[in-house]
């Protein structure tokens, strides 16, 4: 039974699909139904941005590739996350928060001379801090307080030690396609990430030159929050027989092609259960 402002509703299969915007009222509803959750992961990094030339050997062929890295120092996995092929770099506004992202055209005419892709940390959290997307949440707000919203950096600066300055982003040989601060991204993303992120650009420059390249923009921050992680069966099902939830808002899908395959996947199981 379900009871809302229209009336009182009952059946014998409830599927709830909130997605990541319903995240807090998902775990409103899972701690009043006793459903056990537990905290999820947040993703944090910065966005590249470079010559479309450095990667085109790789995205002529697979438009968007997936490339993973286990770092030497601290055996973090980092990887590439949201690959534009002649692209622009955007800001993206969560809750407030300015972060940074990437698209781009079909229009040949709106293509850009860069390609632009995420380096991703991935951090899990254990006992007993359970705020995971306050974690990220609070990296990005430090962005938005030193720079006013997305920080951009080149890495040569980055590796020196200094942070860019308008001359140093104007005289660099990659123009950037957002208008975003200069400043220092050492100072806002954790070292260990941040160490992860320089590790991994040194090892895509052997597979793509001219990634480490002084000029290849930087910009920060980048995070992908996810919802908590419900308890739920092999059917996405709940504790509750009959309740099933599905989609970003389970905390088990995290893409559009994996929240859709939950659905029709619960479908399913409520046709051949109850039909």
């Known amino acids: 039974m379900i009871t809302t402002p229209e009336g009182e509703f009952s059946g014998r299969a409830c599927v709830a699909s909130v997605g990541r915007s319903g995240s807090t009222w998902m775990e409103r509803v899972c701690r009043t139904l006793g459903i056990p959750t537990q905290s999820n ?4 990094g910065v966005r590249v941005e470079l010559p479309a030339a450095v990667f085109s050997h790789i995205t002529d062929k ?33 809750n407030g928060i ?8 079909e229009d040949p005419e709106k293509q850009t001379g860069n390609t632009n892709f995420a380096l991703l940390v991935s951090k899990h959290f254990t006992e007993p801090f359970k705020d995971s997307n306050g974690y990220g949440e609070s990296i990005a707000r430090l962005s938005n307080m030193l720079g006013g919203g997305v920080i951009i ?11 860019s300055t308008p001359s140093r982003i104007g005289n660099s040989f990659v123009e950037p396609t957002l208008s975003a601060t200069p400043g220092d991204l050492s100072l806002v993303i954790p070292k260990r990430i941040l160490d992860g992120i320089i590790e991994m650009i040194y090892a895509l420059d052997k597979i793509a030159p001219g990634t480490a390249n002084d000029d290849t923009l930087l910009y920060g921050v980048e995070v992908k929050f996810y919802n908590m ?38 479908a399913d199981q409520i046709l051949e259960r109850y039909m």
């Not at 992961?41 to 944090?44: E, G, K, T």
């Not at 490339?67 to 092929?85: A, G, H, S």
């Not at 996405?236 to 808002?249: A, K, M, R, S």
């Open 41 to 44: 992961r947040v993703d944090i």
């Open 62 to 94: 697979v438009y968007e590739s997936k490339i993973v890295y286990k770092t030497e120092k601290y055996q973090d996995l980092v990887r590439t996350f949201c690959m534009n092929p002649r692209g622009a770099v955007v800001n993206e506004n969560t």
């Open 98 to 105: 300015v972060t940074v992202n990437g698209h781009s055209y």
């Open 153 to 163: 950096q080149r890495f040569g600066d980055l590796i020196r030690g200094q942070r």
């Open 229 to 266: 992680e419900v308890a739920l069966d092999e059917h996405l099902e709940t504790c509750h027989p009959g309740l099933f939830i599905i989609g970003d808002g389970s905390g088990v899908t995290h893409s559009l092609s994996q929240a859709s395959a939950s659905g029709i996947y619960v």
